[in-house]
């Protein structure tokens, strides 16, 4: 099978798979390139209203094919910035399933995502070291913003692997699972994400990553939405929300003026 991402729309919920099986999923040029504009397609369907990425098989992506390194190490990480920062300018919760290797540009990915689950024997790192690379300045924020100074100082400096236990109590990821358990809840936890307010998560993705001049565009948002009163009479009468505010990629284009490489959005 050539290296693809491959995905596929069910239940409100768009899953994206790294497949490279001969290389444990790594990552190559052609794959990180093809990342930013198949989110923003996905991103533009009403029908998602949430996104899964994981890796086929038994690991999650084991970073970039090295042998994409050999000709320019600056293009190869500006590609994988960009489908970072694509990644986490996503509209919607994104969840990274993690199975086995969540390495390199593997744990970068995994870090862009709102979420992390892992099934238990996964193993996680961020190994630039090994290779004499400098990581990227907003890669390195969004490790240290997850994990804090000291342990991101850990992955960063010695580039060794972390098992999910460890992961799971430094904050890298927020759920561990047993064996066989992964799929069950992912899809448990993305069919709560979709049935709630488009327009909270939206507007706490930006919050949450440090977005402050945005307070009036969300509030004229709740104004005109109609989620709040949905909310609210739902409540009362002890039913389901149906909610109808959906994110967009035209919304997410207006988050416009911020400082260049703020961790969770696009670079001017």
């Keep these: 099978m050539d290296p693809q991402l491959s995905h596929e729309v069910a239940d409100s919920v768009a899953t994206v798979v790294i497949r490279h099986p001969a290389k444990r999923n790594a990552m190559t040029a052609a794959m990180w390139r093809a990342l930013p504009p198949l989110l923003d397609a996905l991103a533009a369907d009403p029908d998602v209203r949430a996104l899964v990425l994981t890796g086929e098989g038994g690991t999650f992506c084991a970073g970039a094919d090295i042998s994409t390194l050999q000709g320019s190490p600056e293009e190869a990480q500006g590609l994988a910035v960009a489908a970072e920062e694509a990644l986490a300018a996503f509209p919607k919760p994104t969840v990274a399933a993690v199975r086995g290797h969540c390495v390199g540009g593997g744990a970068q990915l995994a870090a862009a995502c709102d979420l ?3 099934e238990e024997g996964a193993l996680f790192g961020v190994t630039p070291a090994r290779l004499g690379i400098v990581y990227p300045a907003s890669s390195t924020r969004r490790l240290v913003g997850l994990v804090g100074p000291a342990t991101a100082k850990y992955l960063l400096f ?18 561990v699972l047993p064996e066989g358990e992964l799929d069950k809840r992912t899809a448990e936890l993305t069919r709560v994400l979709v049935s709630r307010s488009q327009l909270t998560q939206a507007a706490a993705k930006e919050f949450a990553a440090g977005r402050t001049d945005r307070d009036a565009h969300w509030a004229a948002r709740a104004r005109g939405s109609g989620d709040t009163a949905e909310g609210v009479a739902a409540f009362l009468e002890r039913r389901p929300p149906r909610f109808t505010w959906t994110a967009s990629a035209p919304d997410r284009g207006t988050a416009g003026a911020r400082p260049p490489g703020t961790p969770g959005f696009p670079r001017p």
Excluded: M, N, Q, S
Aim: hydrophobic share 50%; net charge negative; proline share 0%.
């Design 116 to 118: 992390r689950l892992a």
């Design 158 to 175: 010695t580039a060794e692997l972390i098992d999910a236990g460890r992961a799971l109590r430094t904050g890298l990821v927020d759920e």
